[in-house]
């Protein structure tokens, strides 16, 4: 039984365009949300956060929006870069202090130039 | 560089053999987390160590083990490999709660 859905296993933009990558989840344990983006060959690195106390965090072009009424998070994108194409994970952190991470499927973004 | 590092970073094993994947990191982070990555679902966590001494299942524990054997270094290992096995192996550590930091990974393939 999944906690975490990303739908969408890729995502295809023009370069300039938003992007918007969307994770489903249906615990509510749940205190703080993450978007991970990782590179092939390479280790996942952290992009953006949001608490469950806030509806949206802003980090230059990178918005995350949370609806926690839908138990759905969204990563928007604005202007899309060629360089942005990665697979990006959302991740959620179980309240409490072990520090546990569940993961999404992965979406694999493509922005073309 | 400061960070996580695996080793080693690919590996084969033929079916039923055992091997042991290492994990150092130089923060000084408490927690530390072994996942793994397949095609289609994402990133489980194997298990997961909260502060030096504590060790704990995570979603897919079956057919590993861990050691935390001291702040620095976590280590998984594989007993009797099965081709079940096969995936992308990824360290991490935190200092506390959730900002991890991942290592580059470890590619294992179970023949």
């Known amino acids: 039984d999944q906690q975490v859905k990303q739908n969408s296993p890729s995502l295809s933009v023009q370069e300039g365009r938003i992007s918007i990558l969307n994770c489903d989840y249906t615990?509510?344990?749940?205190?703080?949300f993450l978007w991970y983006k990782k590179y092939p060959a390479e280790g996942p690195t952290f992009l953006i956060s949001?608490?469950?106390?806030?509806d949206k965090n802003e980090d230059g072009r990178f918005t995350v929006f949370l609806n926690k009424s839908a138990k759905h998070l969204s990563l928007h994108i604005v202007p899309s870069q060629p360089g942005d194409s990665a697979v990006y994970f959302c991740?959620?952190?179980?309240?409490?202090?072990?520090?546990?991470?569940?993961f999404g499927q992965g979406t694999t973004l493509q922005v073309k130039p | 560089n400061a960070g996580v590092t695996q080793t080693p970073k690919f590996q084969v094993l033929k079916t039923g053999q055992s091997m042991t994947l290492q994990c150092a990191q130089d923060?000084?982070?408490?927690?530390m987390y072994w996942y793994r990555q397949d095609p289609g679902m994402g990133l489980r966590l194997i298990y997961y160590s909260a502060s030096e001494g504590t060790t704990d299942k995570g979603e897919v524990p079956n057919g590993y083990n861990v050691s935390r054997l001291n702040k620095r270094e976590f280590s998984l290992r594989l007993e009797s490999a099965a081709p079940s096995q096969t995936s992308v192996y990824f360290c991490?550590?935190?200092?506390?709660?959730?900002?991890?930091?991942f290592g580059s990974g470890t590619r294992l393939t179970v023949v």
């Open positions: 615990n509510s344990m749940f205190d703080y």
């Open positions: 991490a550590s935190a200092a506390q709660g959730y900002g991890y930091t």
């Open positions: 949001i608490s469950s106390i806030k």
């Open positions: 923060m000084n982070h408490n927690s």
């Open positions: 991740a959620l952190h179980f309240s409490g202090n072990t520090g546990k991470l569940i």
